[in-house]
């Protein structure tokens, strides 16, 4: 048993691994000061503290409870957000980071593994599925401060030791998207068709993201903490799937015609991503197990239930 803290405990992603790793038998904290956090998500049996990554009194926790493993998960995670405020972007997703990571070493955290992101590291890439041998050039804000950090947690282990993984995750998706504030197109669309709202589909509908079911990302982060690696790992499925094909799979699944709007494309929107997950298969022992149509399936049954 490790005691561990979750930054973001209360979030979609966060949540979910805060409930696998007490299922293992992990004692766990989460810190989430509750702005896209719901409190109906954490679990129970973790010691709560409702406090912001950028607060200098996150030093008092650490020192109370001298934690083995963290896992930042707390960010600022709309990219159009970082478009518009990219100060914001950076004070959270790059400053509240630092000082985890700062009060990591300071406390001899055995290892930091953090939640990076693949899709918007990359940008544009021109081979695809993308490795993390490819370059990383990104085209947001938000691209830009998650590659930032994982500089910060480099140059943490050369000169401090302080050992970390970072998984560079595509588009996850599944429950406690949508209500936790952090909506991607699938739970989005789910809940638009679960409470008969019009969605929204952007220029032709065929651009490509890579789509993980959040129980894959959940693994996933289980899997980093045994390994000695350090560096960063895609976590993601190597398929390209457009809007249409998941307009049909919601179809399919619930028996309905999907009610949409065509609008113009986004300025500057990516067109193409998915992730190279052999390093992941290699080094974590991981896959991917849910195939897109299932995953669909149980969002859509948890989104009718909520």
């Known amino acids: 048993m490790s005691k561990i803290l979750v930054t973001g405990g209360a979030g979609f992603i966060g949540s979910n691994l805060v409930d696998e790793l007490i299922k293992i038998g992990h004692k766990v ?3 989430d000061n509750l702005s896209t956090g719901k409190k109906e998500y954490l679990n129970p049996k ?3 503290y409702k406090i912001d990554i950028g607060s200098p009194a996150i ?3 650490f020192k109370r409870e001298k934690f083995d493993y963290v896992f930042h998960l707390a960010a600022q995670i709309d990219v159009r957000i970082s478009v518009d ?19 990591c070493s300071k406390y001899k955290v055995k290892k930091i593994i953090f939640s990076s992101t693949g899709g918007a590291i990359y940008g544009e890439a021109k081979i695809v599925p993308t490795a993390e041998s490819y370059p990383a050039d990104p085209v947001s804000p938000y691209g830009i401060h998650k590659l930032t950090f994982e500089k910060y947690l480099n140059y943490f282990y050369q000169v401090y030791g302080q050992k970390y993984t970072a998984l560079r995750f595509a588009n996850v998706y599944g429950p406690r998207q949508y209500r936790g504030g952090e909506a991607g197109v699938v739970s989005i669309f789910i809940d638009n068709l679960v409470n008969n709202k019009p969605s929204q589909v952007f220029g032709d509908g065929k651009q490509t993201r890579d789509y993980v079911y959040v129980s894959g990302i959940v693994s996933a982060l289980v899997a980093a903490i045994k390994t000695n690696f350090t560096g960063v790992i895609n976590i993601g ?4 799937i457009d809007l249409w094909e998941i307009i049909k799979y919601i179809e399919k699944a619930t028996g309905e015609k999907f009610n949409y709007k065509k609008m113009p494309a986004k300025l500057g929107e990516q067109r193409r991503s998915s992730l190279d997950y052999a390093r992941a298969k ?7 197990l849910i195939k897109l149509e299932e995953g669909i399936r149980r969002t859509i049954t948890w989104s009718k239930n909520k």
């Open 85 to 103: 405020n990219p100060e914001l972007d950076n004070k959270i997703n790059v400053l509240g980071a630092v000082n985890i990571l700062k009060n």
């Open 282 to 288: 290699k080094i974590l022992k991981w896959q991917p």
């Open 237 to 240: 499925t190597a398929k390209e």
């Open 29 to 31: 904290a989460v810190i």
């Open 46 to 48: 973790a010691k709560f």
């Open 59 to 61: 030093s008092k926790i």
